[in-house]
């Protein structure tokens, strides 16, 4: 299958500083990222979805500020999460699906996840 | 509403069959989708069922869909100390091609 790499793997950050995660599509292009998130033991939730070229969607309740998306390449999304706070400490998931290839519709593929922890 | 819903946890001998089922409210889903999610990893994509399918079977997998009920199994044959993990299922209503995940069923398998 396709191949979504996400970086870093674990970052630790101090309060108030702003942290940037990557996720990258590896053998495809993909025009629509999602990025969603995971606390302890509970499912994902969609944060927002990321669309090359254009501004992300961001699901109700999420702050746009906060988490600041940009997909600036059909390979390439980031998310940077501002002035993070303890509570902003999450697993952190993106996902991409093959905007051009027969699976655009079916297949959304994951990275790996970033977990973040601010103290 | 997009509500999915999983019971937690379900545990089994190695060897004997796993079923994992999941409800879900939105009835308009085109596809059904089954993941794992092994401990601080990402997620890995199991296998799919298009809404117009009652059935699919991959190898040691079977997923059975019950449109009526909004009922969705998956059926892990000869399950394996490796099944151990966290399995989503998550549904597609093919509007905005975003998936709403259940609450996930950790799998534990023991000898």
């Known amino acids: 299958g396709a191949v979504v790499s996400q970086h870093p793997s674990w970052v630790i950050c101090k309060s108030g500083t702003s942290v940037k995660i990557e996720c990258r599509s590896l053998d495809f292009q993909a025009t629509t990222m999602f990025w969603y998130r995971q606390f302890p033991k509970q499912s994902l939730m969609l944060m927002a979805t990321s669309n090359e070229g254009s501004k992300a969607t961001y699901e109700q309740g999420v702050e746009k500020d906060k988490f600041l998306i940009n997909h600036a390449s059909l390979t390439l999304s980031t998310l940077t999460v501002t002035s993070a706070h303890p509570e902003d400490s999450s697993f952190y998931i993106c996902s991409a699906r093959d905007g051009i290839g027969a699976r655009s519709n079916t297949e959304a593929f994951f990275g790996q996840g970033t977990r973040l922890t601010v103290v | 509403g997009e509500d999915v819903e999983q019971s937690l946890f379900l545990s089994v001998r190695e060897g004997d069959s796993s079923v994992i089922n999941c409800t879900y409210t939105?009835?308009?889903?085109?596809?059904l989708y089954w993941y794992k999610q092994e401990p601080g990893a990402g997620l890995q994509l199991l296998t799919y069922?298009?809404?117009?399918?009652d059935m699919k079977q991959d190898q040691r997998l079977t997923v059975l869909l019950n449109k009526k009920d909004k009922h969705l199994s998956l059926r892990i044959a000869d399950t394996q100390t490796g099944d151990s993990a966290i399995y989503f299922c998550?549904?597609?209503?093919?509007?905005?091609?975003?998936?709403?995940f259940g609450t996930g069923t950790r799998l534990q398998v023991t000898l």
């Open positions: 939105d009835s308009s889903s085109t596809y």
């Open positions: 069922i298009f809404s117009n399918m």
């Open positions: 998550a549904e597609n209503t093919g509007t905005a091609s975003k998936l709403t």
